[in-house]
């Protein structure tokens, strides 16, 4: 099949190197030439593991390319795949969808044959319809199906998540644009993942609903692990006891400072307003939003306690900066409130990541960046983990207590056991454990 993907930003980019690696001609639209140069030349926009080398080898293969001419690429398409960003809008919190707008008009200016409309971005219920208004009025004569195909990626994880998925959802009732997705991911049969056929209205909701329905796990177990502090019992040992339920299941049940990205934040606050505007409000999410905002925050203040109330004048060490391990992405990451706090009460703050330091500069203005856990920890009178990259699982704390001012660390992650640190002198804070 040949498939255009407009949009190279992180689902674009992912799912189009993907369905090249399947073997489909796959061309990336983008309008930014800059970009389109920059992944010509194999220097890719973002941090994801294993894309890297898949780009390489789809486009030496030539199964993948990339382009700023829409009208070209479409020429003989099968599909074309909207996947452009919808940020939060500003203001209101409403999902900005005029990238998904501009999209469409310019599929239908473009278009010359039957082809079929895919609207890969996450978006609000009722947007493929606005799409296939857009296109039809735009282009009266040409012959088009929308459907929608929501992802389901997880960052850090997007190649084994696209490549094996729980399920794909295609949200259209036209027979042809069945048949089309159907041969786009019949590569996947092999792999039996269930190809689920809806109308498109509830493939738009399937996605916000089920990221809603994640979002509202983690802050569940993170109030579970504020009561488990009160009362002297082990969060993880209650996740682990929920979590050996099968109507409950394990994932999304570790404390810790609460949930970031491009996604959560978004698709949560997205779909209370969607659900506001209809008249018909989701107070468990409105409520997961307000909780996740303020305990960032919160984790902010368990540092000052844990530096005996004040931090003013010293200096505090942060691991972990972007808003989950194997990812670049600093979008509404933990670490930028918990940091903003730690300033506001008027500490130094040294920090270190992998991966989102270049993300972080613009961001952390006044944060000392350093190249390694021992150099963020020199001269700080604490250290807090707070995004659990693997290299943060086996410090040496010898070596720590030796370079910092005073010997104290705060796990907003839970990856230490409290005897493990504290047998080297140091005092141990965690998330919803007495010890």
């Not at 090249?20 to 030349?41: N, P, Q, S, T, W």
């Not at 796990?411 to 965690?430: A, C, K, M, P, Q």
């Amino acid at each position: 099949m040949k498939i255009v993907m407009i949009g190279a930003g992180y689902v674009g980019l992912v799912s189009g190197v993907c369905f090249a690696d399947f073997g489909h001609d796959v061309i990336c639209v983008e309008k930014d030439v800059d970009k389109i140069e920059a992944l010509r030349a194999g220097r890719i926009p973002i941090f994801e593991p294993g894309l890297e080398e898949l780009v390489s080898k789809n486009t030496l293969d030539g199964r993948l390319s990339f382009t700023t001419d829409l009208t070209d690429a479409l020429d003989g398409a099968d599909a074309v795949f909207i996947a452009v960003g919808t940020p939060a809008r500003r203001g209101d919190g409403h999902a900005d969808l005029s990238y998904v707008h501009g999209a469409a008009r310019d599929i239908a200016r473009a278009l010359k044959r039957f082809t079929v409309v895919v609207t890969k971005s996450t978006v609000p219920v009722g947007t493929g319809d606005e799409v296939e208004r857009i296109i039809r009025f735009e282009n009266p004569t040409i012959d088009v199906a929308v459907a929608s195909n929501p992802e389901f990626l997880r960052e850090g994880a997007a190649i084994a998540d696209f490549k094996r998925p729980d399920r794909i959802v295609v949200g259209t009732e036209d027979e042809r644009a069945q048949a089309v997705l159907t041969e786009i991911y019949r590569p996947l049969f092999l792999n039996k993942s269930p190809l689920i056929f809806t109308d498109r209205r509830t493939a738009e909701l399937i996605k916000y609903a089920a990221n809603a329905f994640l979002a509202m796990k983690i802050t569940f177990i993170n109030e579970i692990a504020d009561l488990c502090e009160r009362v002297g019992a082990d969060v993880q040992q209650v996740a682990r006891g929920i979590g050996s339920d099968g109507r409950i299941g394990s994932k999304f049940l570790h404390a810790g400072p609460g949930y970031g990205g491009s996604c959560f934040p978004k698709d949560t606050l997205a779909l209370v307003k969607t659900a506001q505007d209809h008249d018909s409000r989701v107070r468990l999410i409105e409520t997961t939003v307000a909780i996740n905002d303020e305990r960032k925050r919160a984790m902010a203040r368990k540092i000052i306690r844990a530096c005996n109330g004040n931090v003013h004048g010293k200096t505090i060490a942060i691991l972990g900066l972007t808003f989950k391990p194997n990812t670049d992405d600093m979008r509404e990451a933990p670490s930028l409130s918990i940091i903003q706090a730690l300033e506001d009460a008027g500490a130094t703050v040294r920090a270190f990541d992998p991966e989102g330091t270049t993300s972080a500069r613009s961001m952390l203005p006044n944060v000392i960046f350093c190249n390694n856990a021992y150099e963020a920890a020199e001269g700080a009178s604490a250290i807090s983990l707070v995004t659990e990259w693997d290299q943060f699982r086996a410090l040496d704390w010898s070596r720590l207590s030796q370079l910092m001012a005073k010997p104290v660390f705060i796990d907003l992650r839970n990856v230490y056991r409290h005897e493990e640190v504290t047998r080297h002198g140091f005092s141990y804070h965690s998330i919803g454990r007495s010890a």
